[in-house]
């Protein structure tokens, strides 16, 4: 039998290309799927450990956190209860305080009504003598107290330290208004030209005055101008020794308590 060489390297080489064909667009992508898949399967595979370790983590995590909690219950209810024993006790304390300071405090009140009683006579008894002492003074002023009056203002004008002779300047000279002189009664020309005189002397100006009654002055005279005031009256001394009664009073009050 003859061989036709032609025909097999024709066959030879067309197994080769089939051969060629099938590595390349065959085998090899089936390699790289094969490839890809095993690490594509590695991966989930890693992940999934990755996950249950995180999983086991967590797990582990959860029961320290219930323990804690536990732990955290037991001592806040541990601690609730004494705070809760405490303050009954001390609830009970105060109650029993308060119960004693109410019955001191009664007779504390009872003493205290007691002795303000007798403050409000003493009291009472003093404001109708300065009532009487106020109104007998209306009723005695006479023209030669009303000269006695003025005769002291102007001594006190005439005598007045430097710092309040000097405010009273400063508003005499800053008013547009004249000084308003207010006394108890109405003054006569020559009591008003002693006063004008006075305070003439005394700022070294002609000094514009307006006179006004004021009978709450109880035998007073005053001047006033600009926020600023000198005077003399006899209530001012009813009201010192007013003071002086109230503060005797008080400290005699003090002792006593």
């Keep these: 039998m003859l061989f036709d060489w032609f025909t097999v390297g024709a066959q030879a080489l067309n197994f080769l290309i089939l051969v060629w064909l099938l590595k390349r667009l065959l085998y090899k992508p089936i390699l790289a799927a094969i490839d890809t898949r095993e690490q594509r399967i590695a991966r989930e595979l890693a992940d999934a450990a990755d996950r249950q370790t995180k999983a086991d983590q ?13 732990r955290q219950r037991a001592a806040l209810l541990t601690q609730a209860t004494a705070a809760a024993n405490a303050e009954s006790q001390r609830l009970i304390g105060v109650a029993r305080q308060a119960a004693d300071d109410v019955s001191a405090d009664r007779q504390r009140a009872l003493e205290s009504d007691l002795l303000n ?67 108890a009664f109405e003054l006569p020309p020559e009591q008003r030209a002693a006063v004008q005189n006075a305070l003439n002397e005394s700022f070294s100006t002609d000094v514009q005055l307006k006179f006004q009654t004021a009978p709450e002055l109880v035998a007073g005279i005053e001047l006033a101008c600009n926020g600023q005031k000198v005077s003399w009256n006899i209530a001012g001394y009813l ?19």
């Design 58 to 70: 967590q797990r582990d995590e959860f029961v320290r956190k219930i323990e804690e909690f536990d």
């Design 117 to 183: 009683l007798h403050q409000a006579l003493r009291l009472r008894t003093q404001q109708e003598v300065f009532a009487i002492a106020a109104q007998a003074l209306r009723d005695l002023a006479s023209a030669n107290l009303n000269a006695c009056m003025v005769d002291t203002f102007t001594h006190r004008v005439r005598e007045m330290d430097a710092q309040a002779k000097a405010a009273l300047a400063e508003a005499i000279h800053g008013s547009a208004a004249p000084a308003v002189v207010r006394s």
């Design 239 to 257: 009201a010192s020794l007013e003071q002086s009664v109230d503060e005797a009073q008080k400290a005699q009050g003090t002792r006593a308590g």
